[in-house]
């Protein structure tokens, strides 16, 4: 391990910087949509049982795990048994694909910030703006670049240094823009196509009542998988992050009362986000406004806000640039995973470590801003869906990396090593983990079962 390694100072910078990496574009662009879509309140529900069960083990696990071996993701499992280090290896090689495209998703946040902020929002309402502004060839790079270098100096400056300080500063911050905005949209109000006065609390309880009509058995288990797949990708597991989060966690912090804080801190920005868009497409845009990814934040939401008249400059800056804190906040945790495991495989310092990370993610994400001109393709991906080459590899990490990392993970400490290797670092000072019965079963049991059946609705198999 490397002497620069360095250390959260306190339980406080640690909880707000997971949850800084768990909150992130999935909370805002696709758990709202999915809400809106699966019954809304029902769809709540789901999701919380989900989050306190499933979501509680893997987060439980992977920062466990990164504090008892005090590795990065690609060293620490080589620590736990010889023969499963190629897990490490592939916790490191998703984060280094996600993060070029997330920086290049980051810099898209950012133009639009610019855009409202200088008064110019009504422009983003035009259909064609989005996708005038991907396919150009240097504004989405220059933007794309600010975005990576963002992350980089705050990664550059250390574990306690820069992504402590900076999501101590941050996540406060980003939680009162998004209450204020949820309070604002339930404001709103507008006439639908039949001249009737629609308000934004008729949105909220769209979203609020769960929708039982017309769910079948099928439609309740599909409605269970979408939630467990955000569930997934919102805790930001299987991403190497939480094991290289966990390794800077002092040995004195309570790592189950962290873990429940961490994910109580996600689910509440999923639901005010849930807030803060449904009631405002609703009003401006009817029931079936909502779309999901970059069409919700990047065509529809521009529209909600150029119908609210003067405040959507307001309303929009506001709005992207808490996005914008969300994103870097996620990007800078990407990021940290592979630079620690460069740290920890080599030997680097922090700082050549970021340097040549850096570089690596500005010429790839280059490639990607510019698969949307030079290198554009389009293909059919296996499930189902179409995509260019940022899906694709979305699609390669999301889907297909993360599930196996996670089916890996459950059965080492599950099976192999036995789940007292994580409960027992859980309750090392004397500490009470009331869960640990529950964690038992879903580490085994139902956490690989359901993400095997998630994977194989990736491959379009199930
Ligand atoms: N948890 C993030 C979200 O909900 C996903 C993410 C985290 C993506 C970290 C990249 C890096 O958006």
């Given at each position: 391990m490397s002497k620069e390694k360095g250390s959260f100072k306190g339980t406080i910078g640690f909880v707000l910087a997971a949850a800084g990496s768990a909150v992130g574009l999935g909370n805002?662009?696709?758990?709202?949509?999915?809400?809106?879509?699966?019954?809304?309140?029902?769809?709540?529900?789901?999701?919380?049982?989900?989050?306190?069960?499933?979501?509680?083990?893997?987060?439980?696990?992977?920062?466990?795990?990164?504090?008892?071996?005090?590795?990065?993701?690609?060293?620490?499992?080589?620590?736990?048994?010889?023969?499963?280090?190629?897990?490490?290896?592939?916790?490191c090689i998703i984060p280094f694909i996600i993060l070029p495209y997330y920086c290049a998703i980051g810099g898209w946040v950012l133009k639009y910030?610019?855009?409202?902020?200088?008064?110019?929002?009504?422009?983003?309402?035009?259909?064609?703006?989005?996708?005038?502004?991907?396919?150009?060839?240097?504004?989405?790079?220059?933007?794309?670049?600010?975005?990576?270098?963002?992350?980089?100096?705050?990664i550059f400056m250390g574990v306690s240094g820069g992504i402590e300080n900076i999501s101590k500063v941050l996540m406060p911050v980003l939680i009162l823009m998004v209450v204020g905005i949820a309070v604002f949209s339930l404001t709103v109000s507008g006439t639908d196509s039949n001249g009737k006065e629609v308000t934004g609390l008729d949105g909220l309880w769209v979203y609020l009542i769960p929708n039982l009509k017309g769910v079948t058995v099928k439609k309740f288990f599909s409605i269970v998988m979408d939630a467990l797949g955000q569930l997934f990708y919102s805790l930001s597991v299987a991403m190497g992050i939480m094991i290289a989060y966990g390794s800077y966690v002092p040995d004195k912090a309570n790592i189950a009362k962290s873990i429940n804080q961490i994910e109580i801190f996600d689910t509440l920005v999923a639901f005010l986000a849930g807030i803060m868009i449904i009631?405002?497409?609703?009003?401006?845009?009817?029931?079936?406004?909502?779309?999901?990814?970059?069409?919700?934040?990047?065509?529809?939401?521009?529209?909600?806000?150029?119908?609210?008249?003067?405040?959507?400059?307001i309303a929009g800056a506001v709005f992207f640039g808490m996005v914008f804190f969300a994103a870097v906040t996620s990007g800078m945790s990407l990021l940290e995973a592979v630079v620690s495991s460069a740290m920890d495989q080599f030997g680097y310092s922090r700082k050549k470590s970021t340097a040549i990370e850096t570089v690596i993610a500005l010429g790839i994400g280059l490639v990607v801003c510019l698969g949307y001109n030079v290198f554009y393709f389009d293909v059919m991906l296996p499930?189902?869906?179409?995509?260019?080459?940022?899906?694709?590899?979305?699609?390669?990490?999301?889907?297909?990396?993360?599930?196996?990392?996670?089916?890996?993970?459950?059965?080492?400490?599950?099976?192999?090593?036995?789940?007292?290797?994580?409960?027992?670092?859980?309750?090392?000072?004397?500490?009470?983990?009331?869960?640990?019965?529950?964690?038992?079963?879903?580490?085994?049991f139902?956490?690989?079962?359901?993400?095997?059946?998630?994977?194989?609705?990736?491959?379009?198999?199930f």
């Open positions: 805002i662009w696709r758990f709202p949509y999915l809400a809106a879509r699966d019954g809304g309140g029902l769809f709540l529900v789901i999701y919380i049982i989900l989050a306190v069960t499933f979501g509680f083990a893997l987060l439980t696990t992977e920062v466990s795990i990164g504090r008892r071996t005090k590795q990065s993701p690609l060293t620490a499992y080589k620590e736990i048994g010889k023969g499963w280090s190629w897990i490490g290896i592939f916790s910030f610019v855009v409202f902020a200088t008064g110019h929002g009504s422009d983003t309402a035009n259909e064609q703006y989005f996708s005038d502004f991907i396919s150009g060839r240097t504004e989405p790079v220059v933007y794309m670049v600010i975005f990576t270098l963002f992350c980089a100096a705050i009631p405002a497409v609703y009003v401006f845009m009817g029931p079936d406004g909502m779309s999901a990814g970059p069409s919700l934040m990047f065509i529809s939401l521009p529209k909600v806000f150029a119908a609210m008249g003067k405040v959507g400059n499930n189902g869906s179409r995509g260019q080459l940022l899906d694709v590899m979305d699609y390669t990490s999301n889907q297909i990396l993360m599930p196996v990392v996670t089916i890996a993970t459950c059965i080492l400490i599950g099976w192999v090593k036995g789940p007292d290797y994580v409960i027992s670092e859980v309750t090392k000072n004397g500490e009470k983990f009331g869960r640990a019965g529950l964690y038992k079963v879903m580490v085994r139902i956490a690989p079962v359901l993400v095997f059946i998630l994977f194989l609705m990736s491959l379009g198999l």
